[in-house]
């Protein structure tokens, strides 16, 4: 099995006391300050968190924060983490760290026939990621031929009532199907019991959930796709609306292009615009997820195998041999997962970076102005940006007076934030 694990690396300073002082200061009498005298003697602190969160009322350890350390687990579990939105998180790059000797994890339960025919593939896949880097391709292109059982580096940080959600997720919810995820979910369980004790019960299940794992019957021959965007829903009457969020702030002498530029722009969260990109990679998916304010619908990783398709990077395109190899990686990988359909825990790992899956997402105009900003900026990876920009362009049949506005931060904001990175060629808006 895996060596990955996951460790407590941070908890706020007094987290229980402050939390018991939420306990406390709803019903009690007296200031905020005088109420926390109160507080400090952790036993006492702790009995009165647990009678409180007893009660279903768990927005008091909202207020005590953590930092975990995802240390070698599968980049998979990095994307079902990562979903989670109310937390934040730091992912060692792909775009800029080699990680031709990362390693990957191993499920378990594989015979020994089909354990040393997993471990030839992974092998044979991070051979074809050397090879690729030695040819001169960018790591973050070369990367799209490794399986997402690569391992991964990350933090996270979130506060205790999220936490607690994360755990019951990890370890009796939709996640805990994943072997691999539901161990390091006992792991995150046992240490938190011992910082905050009661901390991991509170959060009770509102349902049931689905612990299916993909079903993979068939796998097809790979094939390479380029995905498109499209806007597949929009307010039907965007200006009005707009006007009327205008007049209510008491702002409607704003020009569209002055609240673009607003540092508090309330009125366009009204505007609710619903895309789907056609194919996006495994890769590009995690620059999308990582946004927090949307709503994202996308099928588990597994499925990125009932299509197979792939994206090919221009610069592997440019080079004869980096796309025979590319081609090969991607083949022989299609022969070896074929042989682990039944398999529902290896299956997922056999899903390449490259994979593509179809996505649906939704984002109101002031998220997408911030995540335009970001992704529209030449400095972004290649693929987002074009899915990006192809975005913008449908905003701008949809509604060009305010999109007309979007466009990369240099665009917004009049001047390039990125500094010595930045690439010299500023974008302007129109007037």
Not at 188 to 193: H, K, N, P, T
Request: hydrophobic residues 40%; glycine residues 6%; aromatic residues 8%.
């Amino acid at each position: 099995m895996d060596k990955g694990s996951v460790k407590i690396i941070g908890f706020s300073n007094n987290g229980v006391a402050v939390s018991a002082l939420g306990g406390r200061i709803s019903t009690g009498k007296g200031t905020a300050l005088e109420m926390f005298a109160l507080c400090g003697e952790k036993e006492k602190d702790l009995k009165l968190v647990k009678k409180v969160l007893s009660s279903g009322h768990n927005t008091i350890i909202e207020h005590a924060y953590f930092t975990l350390a995802f240390n070698d687990v599968s980049v998979l579990t990095e994307q079902v983490m990562i979903e989670h939105r109310l937390a934040s998180y730091t992912v060692k790059s792909r775009r800029y760290v080699d990680f031709a000797g990362a390693g990957y994890v191993t499920p378990a339960g594989l015979s020994e026939e089909k354990a040393h025919l997993y471990r030839e593939n992974m092998d044979g896949l991070f051979r074809a990621y050397s090879e690729l880097c030695a040819l001169g391709i960018p790591v973050e292109d070369a990367r799209f031929v490794l399986p997402y059982c690569f391992r991964s580096n990350f933090i996270m940080s979130l506060n205790a009532r999220e936490l607690s959600k994360v755990v019951y997720d990890m370890t009796r919810g939709r996640l805990s199907a994943y072997d691999e995820v539901r161990r390091l979910g006992e792991m995150l369980s046992a240490e938190l019991d011992e910082v905050f004790p009661g901390v991991a019960q509170a959060y009770k299940d509102a349902g049931a959930s689905d612990l299916s794992l993909p079903a993979i019957n068939e796998i097809p021959d790979p094939a390479p796709v380029k995905g498109t965007a499209e806007v597949v829903n929009a307010p039907s009457e965007p200006e009005k609306l707009l006007e009327t969020a205008l007049a209510a702030s008491g702002r409607q002498k704003l020009s569209l292009k002055e609240l673009v530029r607003d540092e508090r722009p309330r009125e366009l969260e009204l505007l609710n615009y619903t895309f789907r990109f056609s194919a996006i990679s495994l890769a590009g998916l995690t620059h999308l997820t990582r946004h927090r304010m949307q709503t994202l619908i996308v099928r588990p990783t597994a499925y990125a195998l009932e299509t197979n398709t792939y994206i090919v990077p221009e610069s592997v395109k440019a080079d004869p041999e980096a796309l025979r190899i590319y081609e090969n990686a991607y083949k022989a990988n299609t022969l070896a997962a074929r042989g682990f359909t039944e398999d529902e825990q290896a299956i997922s790992y056999f899903a390449l970076a490259g994979n593509t899956l179809g996505v649906l997402f939704a984002m109101n105009a002031r998220e997408l102005k911030h995540y335009l900003r970001l992704r529209t900026c030449t400095r972004a990876q290649w693929e987002i940006r074009e899915l990006s920009r192809e975005m913008l362009c449908c905003l701008m049949d949809e509604f060009k007076p305010l999109f007309r506005f979007y466009g990369p931060s240099c665009a917004i904001l009049g001047y390039c934030p990125e500094g010595r990175l930045s690439c010299g060629k500023p974008v302007k808006t129109e007037d």
